[in-house]
Antibody, heavy 121, light 110 residues
């Protein structure tokens, strides 16, 4: 069965960095685009970034460009999100989600359980 | 990349039908057949309910249906059940090579 398991969340001080991972299993990881979506406590969903099946294209929400980097290692079936210069407003649950397509759509049929990132001094 | 506009809450009695609207612009909802709807129960990950405006994934009840007119998409839940009580988010591809979510709607079953 398809599984997505996020890890790497935790408490981090403002200005520091954190790398999230999303381990995929149960499907051919290299055939699917992958997304990161976040949700601040008590708030709605916010799309963060997408990466093409082969890593050739990456797109980000404008507000995060330059601070966050999405990447993948198809040999390890793992998706990553490198988060730099973290701010209090980055506090959220971060979800990875599988795109049904090779690249980029809004059809995300499997989601991880989420990992909580808390930015606080 | 402004959020799509949804009503904050919608309620209905068991067995009734409700409709949730999702208002966007001609740069997102109105330009692409790429509106999806996600259901989220408290403390859980979102779940795909409708994709490409009107399509239903396998395993999703036909009580859920999607439609679109111009810049506004809608999700209708018919035969409302207690288990439908959740938050619902619409989502659209945007011409700025990004994805935008709706503000979210809390559905309450009375």
């Amino acid at each position: 069965q398809v599984q997505l398991v996020e890890s790497g969340g935790g408490v981090v001080q403002p200005g520091r960095s954190l790398r999230l991972s999303c381990a995929a299993s149960g499907f051919t990881f290299s055939n699917h685009g992958m997304h990161w979506v976040r949700q601040a406590p008590g708030k709605g969903l916010e799309w963060v970034a997408v990466i093409w099946y082969d890593g050739s294209n990456k797109y980000y929400v404008d507000s995060l460009k330059g601070r966050f980097t999405i990447s993948r290692d198809n040999s390890k079936n793992t998706l990553y999100l490198q988060m730099n210069s973290l701010r209090a407003e980055d506090t959220a649950v971060y979800y990875c989600a599988r795109d049904r397509s090779y690249g980029y759509s809004t059809t995300w049929d499997y989601w991880g359980q989420g990992t909580l990132v808390s930015v606080s001094s | 990349q402004s959020a799509l506009t949804q009503p904050a809450s919608v309620s209905g009695s068991p067995g009734q039908s409700i409709t949730i609207s999702c208002s966007g612009t001609n740069s997102d909802v109105g330009s692409y057949n790429l509106v999806s709807w996600y259901q989220q129960h408290p403390g859980k990950a979102p779940k795909l309910m409708i994709y490409e405006d009107t399509k239903r994934p396998s395993g999703i009840s036909n009580r859920f249906s999607g439609s679109k007119s111009g810049n506004t998409a809608s999700l209708t839940i018919s035969g409302l059940q207690a288990g439908d009580e959740a938050d619902y988010y619409c989502c659209s591809y945007s011409s700025s090579l990004s994805v935008v979510f709706g503000t979210g709607t809390k559905v309450t079953v009375l």
